[in-house]
């Protein structure tokens, strides 16, 4: 079992920043491949960010890639995603999510998840 808890999200102007946290627990964390995945009102969860367990392997989605960067402490059990040049749509909740040794594109393939952290990118 692994715990998973957000933090960092808040409101920020359109090209500003913010950078989220995710602090884990439980379960030996190097072990797990990370995602960041979000979801707006009326829309599919999506991953945007995706990173390997050693750290040495990253992927984004199209819609975020050179905007956001996805990186993690092992030490420290945490993942974290900076945002940059943020836009209005890239508004939604932002998870953490965690899946054993591969990331994943499709979101149904995490295994725990966090409780979430809102964004809002205000125009």
């Known amino acids: 079992q692994v715990q998973l808890v957000e933090s960092g999200g808040g409101l920020v102007q359109a090209g500003g920043s913010l950078r989220l946290s995710c602090a884990a627990s439980?379960?030996?964390?190097?072990?797990?491949?990370m995602g960041w995945l979000r979801q707006a009102p009326g829309k599919e969860r999506e991953v945007v960010a995706a990173?390997?367990?050693?750290?040495?392997?990253?992927d984004y989605s199209d819609s975020v890639k050179g905007r956001f960067t996805i990186s993690r402490d092992n030490v420290k059990n945490t993942v974290y995603l900076q945002m940059n040049s943020l836009k209005p749509e890239d508004t939604a909740v932002y998870y953490c999510a965690a899946r054993s040794y591969l990331y994943s594109a499709r979101p149904n393939n995490y295994d725990y998840w966090g409780q979430g952290t809102q964004v809002t990118v205000s125009s």
């Open positions: 990173i390997s367990w050693s750290g040495d392997s990253t």
């Open positions: 439980g379960r030996t964390f190097s072990r797990y491949a």
